[in-house]
């Protein structure tokens, strides 16, 4: 089992910056892939950005260029940097563990709401 904990959403103007955290604890050594996930109210949860062990990143179209994924292995911590917020962004964040063999596991969820 692994959990995940998130942490750094809030309340940003447009333009501004977040960055979130997701710490894993329990059986770490089989995680795989990290990412962040989101979803907006009456909306489907979406990828945001995911990142293998190796340091391999993907992201969505609509965050290029604007958010970094990033880990650290050492603290079993993923971050995502987010600059230049918009108020499509605004939308509950989760964190997702992957394994080897697939089993995935989610964070709780941190709130992000972009808004003047």
């Known amino acids: 089992q692994v959990q995940l904990v998130e942490s750094g959403g809030g309340l940003v103007q447009p333009g501004g910056s977040l960055r979130l955290s997701c710490a894993a604890s329990g059986s770490i050594f089989s995680i795989y892939t990290m990412g962040w996930y989101r979803q907006a109210p009456g909306k489907q949860r979406e990828l945001v950005a995911v990142i293998t062990r190796g340091g391999s990143t993907n992201y969505a179209d609509s965050v290029k260029g604007r958010f970094t994924i990033s880990r650290d292995n050492a603290k079993n911590t993923v971050y995502l940097q987010m600059n230049s917020l918009k108020p499509e962004d605004t939308a509950v964040y989760y964190c997702?563990?992957?394994?080897?063999?697939?089993?995935?596991?989610w964070g709780q969820g941190t709130q992000v709401t972009v808004s003047t």
């Open positions: 997702k563990a992957t394994n080897a063999i697939g089993a995935a596991y």
